[in-house]
């Protein structure tokens, strides 16, 4: 039953991540209040807002929901009742169903050009933008869904569609926008390579994550999951929107965007 309940250490996490993501926010937004390039601060500011809003409502105990499910059988000495439940943090979901937009846009818009052109090139780069943006909301999502689901078969289901929605976000910031920002010049490559392989690496985290906690085989207790999300949301909110805003920064001030074009990598 303890397991249905938030303890102490969730809520002391889920206040570091709260005071975490606040001072993270301004940060971010004091860093690029003076840019040429300002939505950058903006995006990382809103970006840290969103997530210390939903964390201190998980402080607060009002973004958790106990999913239970009632079996009832026929007995010899009566009726006997099976039930399953366990504690989710949805609010958790509704943190990355709009952040993690925020933060690919963020990324792309370091990769693609300004769609500020007309014709087929603002098609295309509008065409990724959507693609990606799609893919990502749906992989939060089907993972929400998995994450409610008490039967074993839906919940591996909706968690495989959403790793193939995720491996979607990942062939195109990968592939195409990676090219893109290859064209634009050795600093911005550079800059693009740096913050996507950064948030690949630590966006593989969650599934991973996802898979061993309570919402998936139960490996690892919830205590144990909320740490280990705090820690990696702050890093990846946080830390990723303080790199972002100062490697444009650093951009800006350089003139990299004019530089040669840079030939992409495999």
Same mark, same amino acid.
């Given at each position: 039953?303890s @397991?249905?309940?938030?303890?102490?250490?969730?809520?002391?996490? %889920?206040w570091?991540?709260?005071?975490?993501?606040a001072?993270?926010?301004?940060?971010?937004?004091?860093?690029?209040a003076?840019?040429?390039?300002r939505?950058h601060?903006?995006?990382?500011?809103?970006?840290?807002?969103?997530? =210390?809003?939903?964390y201190l409502?998980?402080?607060?105990?009002q973004g958790?929901v106990?999913?239970?499910k009632?079996?009832?059988?026929?007995?010899?000495?009566?009726?006997g009742?099976?039930?399953? #439940?366990? %504690?989710?943090?949805?609010?958790?979901?509704? @943190?990355?169903?709009?952040?993690?937009?925020l933060?690919?846009?963020?990324?792309?818009?370091v990769?693609?050009?300004? &769609?500020?052109?007309t014709?087929?090139v603002v098609?295309?780069?509008? #065409?990724?933008?959507?693609?990606v !943006?799609g893919?990502?909301v749906?992989? !939060?999502?089907?993972g &929400?869904f998995?994450?409610?689901? %008490? +039967?074993? +078969?839906?919940k591996?289901?909706?968690?495989?569609?959403s790793?193939?929605?995720?491996l979607?976000?990942l062939?195109?910031?990968?592939g195409?926008?990676?090219?893109?920002?290859?064209?634009?010049?050795?600093?911005?490559a #550079? &800059?693009?390579?740096k913050?996507?392989g950064? &948030?690949?690496v630590?966006?593989?985290?969650?599934?991973v994550l996802?898979?061993?906690g309570?919402?998936?085989?139960?490996?690892i207790?919830? +205590?144990?999951?909320?740490?280990v999300?705090?820690?990696? @949301?702050?890093a990846a909110?946080?830390?990723?929107?303080? %790199?972002?805003?100062?490697?444009?920064?650093?951009?800006?001030?350089a003139?990299?965007?004019?530089?040669?074009?840079?030939? =992409?990598? +495999?």
């Amino acid at each position: 039953m303890s @397991d249905l309940m938030q303890t102490s250490t969730q809520e002391t996490w %889920l206040w570091i991540g709260t005071i975490g993501m606040a001072i993270g926010a301004f940060v971010i937004y004091f860093l690029g209040a003076k840019m040429k390039e300002r939505h950058h601060a903006i995006t990382g500011f809103f970006v840290c807002a969103i997530a =210390a809003c939903m964390y201190l409502l998980m402080a607060f105990g009002q973004g958790d929901v106990v999913v239970s499910k009632a079996t009832l059988a026929i007995t010899p000495i009566g009726v006997g009742a099976d039930v399953n #439940a366990e %504690l989710v943090y949805w609010a958790r979901y509704l @943190d990355w169903v709009f952040t993690t937009p925020l933060l690919l846009i963020g990324l792309m818009t370091v990769g693609l050009k300004a &769609l500020s052109t007309t014709g087929e090139v603002v098609r295309e780069r509008a #065409a990724l933008v959507g693609g990606v !943006i799609g893919a990502d909301v749906l992989m !939060i999502l089907t993972g &929400l869904f998995g994450a409610l689901s %008490l +039967n074993d +078969n839906h919940k591996y289901v909706w968690f495989a569609i959403s790793c193939g929605f995720f491996l979607a976000v990942l062939v195109l910031i990968w592939g195409p926008i990676r090219a893109a920002a290859a064209e634009q010049g050795a600093g911005v490559a #550079a &800059l693009y390579g740096k913050l996507l392989g950064i &948030l690949t690496v630590l966006w593989f985290i969650y599934p991973v994550l996802w898979i061993l906690g309570t919402e998936g085989t139960g490996t690892i207790s919830l +205590n144990t999951e909320v740490i280990v999300f705090t820690i990696i @949301d702050l890093a990846a909110k946080v830390g990723f929107g303080i %790199l972002l805003v100062v490697g444009v920064k650093k951009l800006d001030t350089a003139g990299a965007g004019s530089s040669a074009p840079a030939a =992409a990598t +495999n």
